[in-house]
């Protein structure tokens, strides 16, 4: 029995300690997102009261940073009465005009934008931009197009000193779905790097965009200094690219969001 007893104790202890391990993890990944989810609000939040007015036109993106920005201009448009008119870049962006009751238009009706409002999956010293993590790089750039501004929000964990440094997932291309073999072979060519498919998550086969077309991820050499420009004009020549997730010398102004509850601001040199 005294042997029982020792085995039960042992694996008492074991099972103990893995749980207790396993909790502190636990709760200190979520200090950690709701430390995110905070910078991401005071930045969305600084950056509407600053760049919203009555009467205006304004580009809604895409991700998570954006349900804290869409929430703030909700509050703004009812406690101001103000009159807004916002153009979505994604169904997810649509649905949260939709769901917050603001004023839905597109660019058919508001080819014109007085500022566009994004987030950013990394943010480098030039303010160039990866976006396209959520797979919406096309609507997003052709909405940021047509703004007079580009307005980014970020938490603290999307700037970096050169692309690559703190984003791991490579640069989005969207490409027709027929050439997509092609065109990974192609930039491999021109820049080396790897270039996967990237898959669904809640089905079988590829991730499929609002667009009907595929995406690739690039990672690339991050020990090449690559002029971005070129290589964002190179590979969006290749016959099979719709666009690239390279936002180059479109940002007006960077909003980040710090672990202290400050807002750092980067404009263009």
Same mark, same amino acid.
């Given at each position: ?113 007085? !500022? ?19 797979? !919406? ?8 197009? !047509? ?123």
């Amino acid at each position: 029995m005294r042997v029982t007893g020792n085995v039960h104790n042992k694996t008492f202890y074991r099972l103990f300690w893995h749980f207790s391990s396993y909790f502190k993890q636990s709760r200190s990944h979520s200090l950690i997102m709701e430390s995110l989810n905070e910078a991401k609000r005071i930045a969305a939040r600084r950056a509407i009261d600053e760049h919203v007015e009555d009467n205006s036109v304004i580009g809604i993106g895409s991700g998570s940073t954006i349900v804290f920005a869409v929430t703030r201009l909700a509050e703004r448009v009812k406690s101001e009465k103000l009159n807004v008119i916002c153009v979505p870049t994604s169904f997810q962006a649509r649905q949260l005009i939709i769901e917050n009751k603001l004023c839905l238009g597109d660019l058919e009706t508001h080819p014109e934008l007085d !500022c566009t409002v994004d987030g950013a999956d990394e943010v480098d010293r030039d303010l160039t931009l990866i976006k396209g993590g959520g797979g !919406c790089l096309t609507q997003e750039k052709i909405v940021a197009s !047509c703004a007079k501004k580009l307005v980014i929000i970020a938490d603290y964990t999307k700037k970096s000193e050169r692309l690559g440094d703190q984003y791991k997932k490579g640069i989005p291309i969207e490409v027709i779905p027929i050439a997509y073999v092609p065109v990974s072979i192609k930039i491999r060519e021109h820049f080396g790097g790897n270039v996967t498919l990237r898959m669904a998550k809640m089905k079988a086969g590829p991730l499929v965009t609002d667009n009907g077309n595929f995406i690739l991820d690039w990672n690339f050499p991050t020990d090449k200094n690559l002029d971005w420009p070129s290589v964002n004009e190179t590979i969006t020549m290749i016959p099979g690219v719709v666009e690239t997730g390279l936002f180059v010398g479109m940002t007006s102004k960077v909003y980040f969001g710090l672990p202290d509850g400050s807002v750092k601001t980067t404009e263009p040199l």
